[in-house]
């Protein structure tokens, strides 16, 4: 089975650092491209950049850039999205999701998504 | 940045009866190899979100031909010919043309009488 498992929810305080996961299993993790969506509480869903794990190759949203750290480890299927310094307003949702629908060379869209990982940040 | 303009934000339908959602771009979603590149994904309550439409036409594997996408340019349609309970949720558009970066549509929130 195709999945994505992402790791637990986190309860942080402003200024701590995070890292989140998204393991893939059941498909070729290095050859798909994956995506983060962040989610802040009762809004929508918000683009925030994708990683080739084959090759490491990060694109970010302009909103995102600098903010946040996407990156990879094909050898263990997992893809990261991390935090130096947490701000109250990180506080949300975020998913991965796997870039699986690909049209003449040209990804699509988003085919598998993992359940969501939530994060609190409070004081 | 490409931005995306979902209507209405909010439907009430009675099931069996027929919904129709439009998201509009502020340029056009054609590829110059002809496609579209406009999806459209269904969240429902307390889950993840799933795809439903690729290509502005394509139904993605296992999701019921109730569900039909059509458009072209800056126009695309959801449209879910008898909607059922399990239809519940927010559905949004997410635009793959221009990237970085793809955006979302703000969605909308169907409910069923």
């Known amino acids: 089975e195709v999945q994505l498992v992402q790791s637990g929810a986190e309860v942080k305080k402003p200024g701590e650092s995070l890292k989140i996961s998204c393991k893939g299993s059941?498909?070729?993790?290095?050859?798909?491209?994956i995506g983060w969506v962040r989610q802040m509480p009762g809004k929508g869903l918000e683009w925030m950049g994708i990683?080739?794990?084959?090759?490491?190759?990060?694109r970010y949203s302009p909103s995102f850039e600098g903010q946040v750290t996407i990156s990879a480890d094909k050898s263990i299927t997992t893809a990261y999205l991390q935090w130096t310094s947490l701000k109250a307003s990180d506080t949300a949702v975020y998913y991965c999701?796997?870039?699986?629908?690909?049209?003449?060379?040209?990804?699509?869209?988003?085919?598998?998504w993992g359940h969501g990982t939530m994060v609190t940040v409070s004081s | 940045e490409i931005v995306m303009t979902q209507s209405p934000l909010s439907l009430s339908v009675t099931p069996g009866e027929p919904a129709s959602i439009s998201c509009r771009s502020s340029?056009?979603?054609?590829?110059?190899?002809?496609?579209?590149?406009l999806g459209w994904y269904l969240q429902k309550p307390g889950q993840a979100p799933q795809l439903l439409i690729y290509?502005?036409?394509n139904r993605a594997s296992g999701v019921p031909d109730r569900f039909s996408g059509s458009g072209s340019g800056t126009d695309f349609t959801l449209k879910i010919s008898r909607v059922e309970a399990e239809d519940v949720g927010v559905y949004y558009c997410?635009?793959?043309?221009?990237?970085?970066?793809?955006?979302f549509g703000q969605g909308t929130k169907v409910e069923v009488k």
């Open positions: 290509l502005g036409s």
């Open positions: 997410l635009q793959g043309l221009q990237t970085p970066p793809w955006t």
């Open positions: 999701a796997r870039g699986g629908v690909v049209v003449a060379e040209t990804l699509t869209a988003f085919d598998i």
């Open positions: 990683i080739y794990p084959g090759d490491s190759d990060t």
């Open positions: 340029q056009s979603l054609r590829h110059r190899n002809g496609y579209h590149y």
């Open positions: 059941g498909y070729d993790f290095a050859t798909y491209w």
